[in-house]
């Protein structure tokens, strides 16, 4: 099975407290469709400008990608900067030039819109649901989203909600979506607007997933160094598709995400280790397997007495 992604490509600026790289790969969909091909093939779905560099293209083509849905049209791609204080959590947004994605509308090609296995990525909720309308019947549907969209389309969210299976959203947008401090009373709350699935993302601290009476809680791979947080999220919620994609034969449950969940905070640990997309380019799937098995055995606990 594919998964199908859609979300912003961009051309990203971004300072740490040690680096500043400008006009790298970035984009919700372009870290989600690339972590998610490291498990299944990926159909994309985004908006660039005649700026977008052909090198860029023919990553994401060698990444067996189909880019049937990438629409290229005359004007500036999307760009986004923000810049990283000392604890390389905290971010502010630098500047956002919308350019060419300010009139995105996605629209999906014939083969595309039997997808079992889509990945809204953060873009407006209302472009979000309007892939949905031109889908047939999908098996699961994820949806990332971001604090900017609670605030100014809380309602074209809250309709969304109704329509997907899993939102995924970090610990801040859960309280500010919710009004509850307790994340474990928040993930309730959000499952009663509609998801039955919901992960909270905690950065650093791992992640936690809420089913029906079900929960389970994912450390985060501790790293020594982080070069660049961009995009962690998205990476994660692709690999997390991704990985559904490849092993998912029938309803999607609680064990399946369990270990979906797992896989996407192994890719998302490697994406953090460089700028961009950059570790992802040259990420093997024996990286991937070595990682997962330590992350496993450090993860496991037994008391005895
Ligand atoms: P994250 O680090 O998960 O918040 O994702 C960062 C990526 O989101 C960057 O590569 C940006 O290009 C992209 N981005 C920033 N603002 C928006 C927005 N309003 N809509 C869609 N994508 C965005």
Redesign the pocket.
């Known amino acids: 099975m594919s998964v199908l992604v859609v ?2 490509i ?1 051309l ?1 600026t971004v300072k740490t407290p040690v680096e500043e790289h400008a006009d790298l790969l ?3 969909a ?2 989600a469709a690339v972590g998610a091909s490291f498990f299944s093939p990926v159909k994309l779905v985004g908006i660039v400008g005649d700026d977008f560099p052909s090198d860029h293209i023919d990553f994401l083509k060698g990444r067996n990608i189909d880019l049937g849905g990438l629409q290229q049209v005359p004007g500036k791609t ?1 760009r ?1 900067s ?1 810049e990283y204080m000392w604890d390389m959590n905290t ?1 502010e ?1 630098r500047s ?1 030039d919308l350019n060419v ?1 300010e009139h995105f509308t996605p629209t999906l090609p014939a083969g595309y819109t039997d997808s079992q296995i889509v990945l809204l990525a ?3 909720p209302s472009l979000q649901s309007h892939v949905l309308d031109q889908m047939s019947r999908p098996q699961f549907v994820i949806a990332d989203t ?1 604090d ?1 969209w609670i605030n100014i389309a809380r309602a074209d969210l809250e309709a969304l909600l109704s329509r997907v299976d899993m939102l995924i959203l970090n610990d801040g947008e859960a309280r500010q979506l919710t009004g509850e401090t307790s994340l474990i009373k928040a993930g309730a709350k959000i499952r009663e607007m509609g998801p039955k699935f919901v992960a909270i993302k905690k950065g650093e601290h791992g992640c936690l997933l809420f089913g029906d009476g079900e929960f389970f809680s994912c450390a985060a791979y501790p790293l020594e160094d982080i070069h660049d ?6 990476t994660f919620a692709g690999g997390l598709a991704g990985y559904l994609a490849a092993s998912v034969r029938g309803p999607v449950g609680f064990a399946q995400l369990r270990a979906a969940v797992v896989f996407g905070s192994v890719l998302a640990s490697f994406n953090v280790e460089a700028f961009s997309l950059e570790r992802l380019r040259t990420l093997t799937q024996s990286d991937i397997d070595s990682r997962y098995q330590s992350f496993r055995l450090m993860s496991q606990f037994e008391v005895i007495g």
């Open positions: 979300g912003s961009a990203d970035g984009g919700s372009s870290y999307f986004w923000g971010r947004t956002v994605f953060n873009i407006a971001m900017l947080p961009t995009g962690a999220g998205d």
